[in-house]
């Protein structure tokens, strides 16, 4: 199983993002996912992350969120980091604002990899210790060592 920090890239990490409404978010989040991987379609990618939010709330609680979708013209996970300036709201369980978010993008067919992945995500998530480093970076390259290091 590939680990978060395999699946995520520099070019997909972005720290302290302006406050946007959570729409504004996605996306924020479809443009630079799709900036890096142009073989995917903005507007896919979009539709997609939207569609799995108005499910349900991808909001774990802490201020972390975990969007995340199957998508077409995906062939391996890919993972995106944000750290948001200030926290928005999000329907969380716990009603926090979220200020941090892990966005992952699997293939279509990819059902128990989708599940492992999201497993570690929250896992990672869930530890204090791990939310306050990630908060703590004070740039993209800064965060994407951050989540290295925690999941090496």
Not at 6 to 15: D, G, H, N, S
Not at 133 to 146: C, F, G, I, N, V
């Amino acid at each position: 199983m590939q680990t978060l920090s395999e699946i995520l890239a520099p070019t997909r990490v972005a720290c302290h993002v302006p406050p946007v409404s959570k729409k504004r978010l996605f996306e924020t989040m479809a443009q630079l996912i799709c900036d890096d991987q142009t073989q995917l379609e903005y507007n896919h990618v979009l539709d997609k992350l939207v569609e799995r939010e108005s499910l349900g709330s991808t909001g774990l609680g802490s201020g972390i969120a975990l969007p995340h979708c199957r998508v077409g013209n995906c062939s391996e996970p890919l993972g995106s980091l944000f750290t948001l300036a200030e926290p928005i709201e999000f329907d969380a369980p716990d009603e926090q604002p979220v200020d941090v978010l892990f966005v992952l993008l699997v293939p279509e067919e990819a059902h128990q990899q989708h599940l492992d992945i999201l497993a570690e995500a929250a896992g990672l998530f869930s530890n204090e210790v791990a939310r306050e480093q990630l908060r703590a970076a004070d740039d993209a390259t800064a965060l994407y060592s951050a989540v290295r290091e925690l999941t090496a």
